[in-house]
């Protein structure tokens, strides 16, 4: 039911990104990452501040949601054009109906992890409270516990650390540059026998790319193009100075007064860009992977969170 | 190091106040391990007493919340087919208890049916006045929040972890409240025990942290407190509130003294640890607040603590520096005092040992060991001065006997012939002679003279050494001379010597003598051996032999009444006869080897063509190398003829 409600809600965010996105001629672009201000955004920071976007002749506005600006809010009112999205949720919204476009993957690798109490192996306990976002990013842990028989209970709360540290959950998902360090601020004891890494279990697939829709694509392919290029050249900026990388995270940090502090955002940071490194080539490719593409595909077929295939091309700007 | 050692009053002074100083610091250290035993306990019970009356005033605050949320709970259930009684029990409790911010009456998505997925009654404080509202929407999904999840998860009250709250209102001018609360939290059930919603009262933290900031112990101390999760929400830095816990400095570096003080406050422990913050030793005292699951602390740094101490011994141990250059001071100028007899002692002593024995002791009026020590190097100056007195004499004697023993020596000498050639008148005797005593005066003789064509001579040796063989040496030389004038042969002339000696001979001494006489035209030799070493004869032609002796006689002056036998040699012209004592054969070397038969043969035969004086020359030399400067241990007389 309630996972149900969330995919209603983020359909209806994307639908509104989609009409707000064919009406828009402006050449300025308003991009809102998914999240409030963090280090899980640096490259696109690093090229607003080194001027980068200006460089690519396009004008960009990095607008965060808020409580009561969500994205939602932003793409309704048609203020933004583009957005972060992690795979799997572009690939259910797709099957929802929303026409997305990736423009640029900056994930190589899955971040996903379930973190269990002290000494307790969460792949050991079945019928277990797991904590979740509301906000989604959870699909590919509802496979693996589908997979694996785990008859896990879910609840989806804003933020799952306080619950779980209160002992409110049994286990919680968490991402290997966020949350888990949170819970590590939080005094919790990790180790390899209470957190399981999706990505070291045959379920690394890809995380966030940047999204718009199919017909603002179409109408702006050279602007979309640029700001990918502008990004992406942040990206390695980024992965190329990370002090000074973390300087202007810390700056849009201490704009909206995000409750976090500099050593989370280091860590963040490090993992973010190591996660960008492709397992194989040992590249920051910013390329979506078919064969991911297709294990993502796999994955949510064999647990009917997709009713249909979602395919490379639907996916990829072409 | 040496500097002390040179002086006594130096080395004193430096011993008494080293041991000053051990014995000073081992009683400082205890009194002040002591002493900071006891400000610690004081300070831990000023700083948990302070605690206490902190945390009674906060948790008397944190229950009253808890009482009114939980009295409004029986009147929401009891009326949970009016929904919209909610608003009026929400504002209730708002208006009733002022210290409390807000509170929200929620249930689950679409419990009441008409009022659709989100029904949430929330009255709270906006500048002053209550507001009362329906709060749910797709904005604020309240269900999904902190104080509802928590409440129904954990299926009892709880309290949340501190949030930052953001109030937007629009009064003319829109407006937006930034502050940190807390809420606590109470699941609603319905009659059968269901889970339908939760009550949740918000309070802020400003005045918490108000209260607790207050605590201050010490003039650079400070107050924290920390939720569940150890985030910070009252701190004295505020960029660390909410935004850091007490666990983020070791996401980085590890610090398993932080984690262990971070675990031991959220798992709710109450104690005191002494950490490092911020590079400085601070304690830190810790007890949890009420039932909330948070923990406050006071972290005092150490050396505020111990302030008051630190001066004392500060002031102390200046006292002491002082009190000890004082000490040391006088220290030196008493001890000078008291050592200043026995430098002038030294000084004395001095003076005494450049020669002035007589020089006198000053007296030093003291009766202490010094006094006594004067006294003895009195006595002992006394006694320094008879015995050097005794020595001049003693010295003095001894210069004259050695002085007479040079005399008897010479007189010895003299009563040997010393001139050579012997017979200068005469080149058919080649004749020489030494003797060399091993002391001043020595028992060797020997003795030649012509008396009718015939050449007399001896050559003896009598037993022991130095003076009394000497006397023993002369009689026997003059008896010789005087019966060998009277052309007595060998034999006889042993036999006079031998009764002359024997007579009133009380100290048993002899000697052994070989005595001979030549016909120096015939060449004939007889000769008589009492005793002695057989001479070495070197005939030309042949290697040099002892002479064989048919008849060795006893020594004379043994005993009156010994016959004596003689020998003859018909014709001894051409060869080299050595005489000698056994100073020659018997010469020691440092290793005490001797200068042997062997060798005294073996250096004769490259003598052969020598004249007697260079004959003996050699020998002597040979001699001489071979005791190596060893002392000689015996007198040694050679005698050398050769007849043409």
């Known amino acids: 039911m309630k996972l149900r409600n969330i995919n209603r809600i983020s359909t209806a965010v994307l639908c509104c990104l989609f009409f707000a996105g064919s009406a828009a001629f402006a050449q300025k672009i308003t991009f809102t990452p998914q999240w409030t201000a963090q280090a899980q955004f640096a490259g696109y920071y690093v090229a607003q501040e080194m001027g980068f976007y200006k460089e690519a002749g396009i004008e960009v506005d990095i607008v965060h949601p808020t409580i009561t600006q969500t994205a939602y809010n932003l793409i309704r009112s048609g203020q933004s054009q583009l957005t972060t999205i992690q795979l799997c949720q572009a690939m259910e919204l797709i099957n929802d109906g929303v026409p997305l476009v990736n423009v640029l993957q900056t994930s190589m690798n899955n971040a996903l992890v379930i973190v269990s109490k002290e000494d307790k192996n969460p792949l050991e306990q079945k019928g277990i409270r797991v904590g979740t976002w509301s906000s989604g990013f959870d699909q590919i842990a509802i496979c693996m516990a589908l997979k694996e028989r785990l008859d896990y209970q879910w609840f989806r709360v804003a933020s799952c650390i306080n619950l779980f540290v209160a002992g409110a959950f049994d286990a919680t998902l968490a991402m290997s540059y966020n949350e888990y360090y949170l819970l590590k601020q939080s005094g919790v004891k990790l180790t390899d026998k209470n957190v399981y890494r999706f990505c070291d279990h045959d379920y690394n697939v890809q995380e966030d790319g940047v999204y718009t829709t199919r017909s603002y694509y179409e109408t702006h392919k050279d602007e979309v193009h640029r700001f990918a290029e502008a990004s992406k050249r942040g990206w390695e900026w980024a992965a190329e100075h990370p002090e000074e990388t973390l300087d202007i995270v810390m700056k849009y940090v201490k704009k909206d007064n995000i409750a976090t502090n500099r050593t989370l955002q280091k860590l963040m940071l490090e993992e973010i860009l190591r996660l960008q490194v492709d397992r194989e080539s040992g590249q920051r490719e910013f390329r979506l992977k078919p064969e991911m593409v297709k294990l993502a595909n796999r994955l949510m077929l064999d647990n009917q969170i997709l009713l249909n295939e979602v395919t490379y091309e639907q996916l990829t700007a072409h | ?644």
């Not at chain 2, 709710?268 to 640890?273: F, I």
């Not at chain 2, 003598?513 to 004939?524: P, R």
């Open chain 2, 1 to 644: 190091m040496q500097f002390f050692r040179v002086s006594l009053t130096r080395s004193l002074t430096l011993f008494v106040a080293l041991m000053a100083t051990a014995v000073f610091l081992v009683a400082l250290a205890f009194m002040f391990a002591q002493s900071r035993h006891a400000v610690r306990q004081e300070a831990m019970s000023n700083a948990n007493q302070l605690l206490d009356n902190s945390l009674q005033r906060i948790n008397a605050i944190l229950e009253r919340t808890e009482a009114a949320t939980n009295n409004t709970l029986w009147l929401v259930k009891r009326h949970l087919d009016t929904p919209d009684s909610m608003f009026v029990y929400s504002r209730g409790i708002v208006e009733s208890n002022p210290f409390l911010n807000g509170c929200s009456i929620a249930f689950e998505p679409y419990y009441f049916e008409d009022k659709g997925l989100y029904f949430s009654a929330y009255s709270g404080m906006s500048e002053d006045k209550i507001e009362t509202r329906q709060e749910g929407n797709d904005e604020y999904v309240y269900f999904y929040m902190d104080w509802y999840a928590l409440s129904k998860l954990l299926d009892h009250a709880a309290w949340t972890e501190p949030y930052i709250n953001i109030d937007t209102y629009e009064d003319n001018v829109k407006k937006e409240e930034v502050y940190t609360i807390v809420s606590y939290c109470v699941p609603i059930k319905d009659p059968e025990g269901n889970f339908v919603g939760a009550i949740a009262t918000d309070l802020s933290l400003d005045w918490l942290s108000n209260t607790i900031s207050a605590v201050k112990p010490y003039p650079n101390s400070y107050s924290v407190m920390i939720s569940r999760n150890g985030t910070f929400f009252v701190h004295p830095d505020p960029s660390k509130l909410l935004y850091e816990s007490i666990f983020t400095e070791t996401l980085e570096k590890d610090d398993p003294e932080r984690m262990e003080i971070g675990l031991a406050m959220v798992n709710g422990e109450e104690g005191v640890h002494k950490a490092k913050v911020d590079g400085e030793h601070c304690y830190i005292f810790y007890k949890p607040i009420g039932n909330t699951g948070f923990s406050a602390a006071i972290v005092c740094p150490e050396k505020d603590i111990f302030s008051n101490l630190n001066r004392l011994r500060n002031s102390v141990i200046a006292i002491f520096l002082a009190g000890m250059l004082l000490m040391l001071f006088i220290l030196d100028r008493i001890i000078r005092r008291q050592l200043k007899p026995l430098k002038s002692l030294a000084a004395q002593t001095e003076t005494i040992a450049a020669g002035e024995f007589d020089k006198s002791l000053p007296n030093v009026g003291r009766v202490d060991e010094i006094g006594r020590l004067y006294q003895s190097f009195s006595n002992m100056q006394q006694s320094l001065v008879n015995y050097i007195e005794e020595m001049k004499i003693t010295t003095a004697a001894n210069a004259s006997m050695e002085n007479e023993l040079k005399v008897a020596s010479n007189i010895q000498m003299s009563m040997v012939p010393r001139i050579f050639p012997a017979f200068p008148e005469r080149e058919d005797i080649d004749l020489y002679a030494c003797m060399t005593p091993a002391k001043d005066v020595g028992g060797d003789l020997y003795d030649f003279f012509i008396e009718n064509e015939c050449l007399y001579f001896c050559i003896g040796d009598v037993s022991g050494k130095g003076v009394p063989a000497s006397l023993f040496m002369a009689v026997t030389r003059n008896i010789f001379r005087i019966i060998a004038q009277q052309s007595y042969s060998p034999e006889i002339i042993a036999s006079k010597i031998n009764h002359t000696l024997s007579a009133d001979n009380d100290q048993e001494m002899f000697v052994t003598m070989f005595i001979g006489q030549i016909d120096l035209a015939s060449g004939k030799m007889d000769f008589c051996n009492c005793g002695h070493n057989p001479p070495v004869v070197h005939i030309p032609g042949r290697s040099a032999a002892f002479l064989p002796v048919k008849n060795v006689n006893a020594p004379l002056g043994i005993m009156d009444s010994l016959c004596f036998k003689g020998e003859t040699i018909a014709d001894i012209r051409g060869w080299q006869i050595l005489f000698y004592t056994d100073g020659l054969n018997e010469a020691e070397n440092p290793d005490f080897e001797l200068f042997g038969n062997d060798r005294l043969l073996a250096t004769m035969d490259r003598l052969e063509n020598c004249s007697s004086a260079e004959t003996i020359k050699k020998l002597q030399e040979a001699v001489e190398k071979h005791r190596a400067g060893a002392a000689p241990s015996d007198d040694l007389t050679l005698l050398c003829l050769k007849l043409k």
